[in-house]
């Protein structure tokens, strides 16, 4: 247990039954009226982001969260198996926990997973992975000048956007949080 003065962006909170992960966290005092605490989170069971207010003062259930590196190993029907660098554990993880970052999740891949007891309430990819592309239409020659996109499948299965120059077999950097190509990796 906590109180309203110890929210800080990153802290995990029981709210209304649901673990949520506090994003930003504002004193405000207001003209006459008593101070609060508005606060914004993400719900991390279904990534819906919240808005609160908090009476300054007002006693808060905090959630104690580890964080630990793990290796991405391979996919078990709907679970993904990962392994604890240091003590070589294997941790099966459901695929919906990861969303959208499953797209860009390769086999020895490194991530940090987040645990309530034993509970996993995250994973954490890294903010860019660099991909091989497996299939793309090829570009034409002198087709570099302007800023077209083409979509492009990577080894992962996933569709990204990438530019005219990028060929089939390129190895390209992608964001893992908006799945944007940034740029063409050199080998």
């Not at 929210?7 to 992960?21: D, M, Q, S, T, Y």
């Not at 499948?153 to 956007?161: F, I, L, P, R």
């Not at 005219?164 to 990796?185: C, M």
Request: with cysteine; net charge negative.
């Amino acid at each position: 247990m906590g109180t309203t003065s110890d929210l800080r962006p990153g802290a995990v909170i029981k709210f209304n039954g649901e673990n949520c992960l506090v994003l930003e966290s504002e004193h405000r005092t207001p003209g006459n009226l008593r101070a609060f605490y508005q606060v914004k989170m993400r719900n991390l069971r279904t990534g819906k982001l919240l808005e609160n207010r908090f009476r300054s003062g007002e006693t808060i259930d905090f959630v104690r969260v580890e964080k630990h590196d793990y290796q991405y190993l391979y996919r078990e029907g709907d679970n993904l198996i990962f392994m604890n660098n240091d003590t070589y554990e294997q941790v099966p993880v459901g695929a919906d926990i990861l969303g959208d970052a499953i797209n860009y999740l390769k086999e020895n891949q490194q991530v940090q997973i987040a645990f309530e007891d034993t509970t996993v309430l995250s994973v954490e990819l890294p903010p860019t992975v660099n991909l091989r592309v497996t299939h793309t239409e090829p570009g034409l020659k002198g087709d570099t000048a302007t800023n077209v996109l083409k979509p492009a499948t990577v080894e992962t299965g996933a569709q990204v956007s990438v530019p005219l120059f990028v060929n089939e077999g390129d190895l390209i950097k992608v964001d893992t949080r908006t799945g944007e190509y940034l740029e063409r990796v050199k080998e």
